[in-house]
């Protein structure tokens, strides 16, 4: 039996986000895998939920909730850390997909933002076909990433004129500004990385972008670093987690 998936992008965490083409798959899934990270896990779980209470007008399709093994962070460095847990992760999904689904039916990954920004998802099912234990088809549906809504409430295109962006994660902005780069995108571990940044860099920050949590700052980084610092420290006491981007870039002389 050939198992069939549908990666799909829900947005950045307002149920908003959701285009056409996503309500639409999610109406042809029947079941919906719901990972279990965490801790997160249940304000990402309760979007999830809510926005598969709020679309699916399909009568059956349920839910099935399974635990994301925990990454190990030994031995063999960052890149071999990743490697090992995502076929730890692809031997979960290859029980959930043969024990799940039946027949016909169509089971959905719900991908925060976009699909193909720092998720794992689709190397993970490509990781599945190589194992051949069963025939797999799977088709990818974009989402709003958390970069386009962080440009979109702060009302800033993402380049200056004719020049290019740069996505990059905290842990690599740490090390260096990029080379050449005039903006760049930080994700992940945001917070390692602005205090050492050059202060005349204007920023971009916002945390739990499209969400009632939302934070954003603008600003000078020299001007804005301690208000960020403060609010972030005050949000992740609040609310026991945090998500956050930020938009860097020189002054553009546009
Ligand atoms: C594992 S990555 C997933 C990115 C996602 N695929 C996307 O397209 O936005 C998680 C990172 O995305 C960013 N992120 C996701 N949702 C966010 C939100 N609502 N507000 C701010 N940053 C967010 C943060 O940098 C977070 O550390």
């Not at 740490?174 to 930080?186: C, I, K, L």
Request: proline share 4%; charged share 30%; glycine share 8%.
């Amino acid at each position: 039996m050939k198992r069939k998936i549908l990666v799909i992008g829900i947005g950045a965490g307002n149920p908003e986000h959701l285009t056409i083409q996503a309500v639409a798959a999610m109406n042809r899934a029947s079941v919906f895998f719901i990972p279990d990270k965490g801790t997160t896990k249940e304000q990402l779980a309760r979007v999830r939920k809510e926005i598969c209470e709020r679309f699916i007008r399909a009568s059956s399709w349920r839910m099935v909730e399974f635990d994301v093994p925990p990454r190990q962070k030994a031995a063999r460095g960052y890149r071999g850390a990743v490697a090992d847990w995502r076929d730890d992760v692809a031997s979960v999904y290859e029980r959930l997909l043969m024990e799940e689904l039946a027949g016909e039916q169509w089971g959905a990954f719900l991908v925060r933002g976009d699909p193909s920004l720092y998720n794992g998802t689709t190397r993970i099912l490509e990781r599945l076909r190589a194992r051949r234990r069963f025939e797999l088809d799977y088709e990818v549906i974009p989402g709003i990433s958390s970069v386009q809504a962080l440009a979109a409430r702060h009302k800033v295109p993402l380049n200056t004129i004719g020049r290019s962006v740069l996505i990059t994660t905290g842990r690599k902005l740490a090390e260096r500004f990029p080379d050449g780069a005039d903006s760049v995108v930080v994700m992940l571990d945001g917070d390692r990385a602005l205090r050492s940044a050059d202060g005349d860099l204007d920023v971009f920050w916002g945390a739990y972008v499209g969400m009632p949590e939302e934070v954003l700052v603008a600003g000078k980084l020299r001007e804005v670093i301690d208000d960020i610092e403060r609010l972030r420290e005050a949000a992740r006491a609040k609310h026991g987690w945090i998500m956050e981007t930020c938009l860097l870039r020189r002054e553009a002389g546009e």
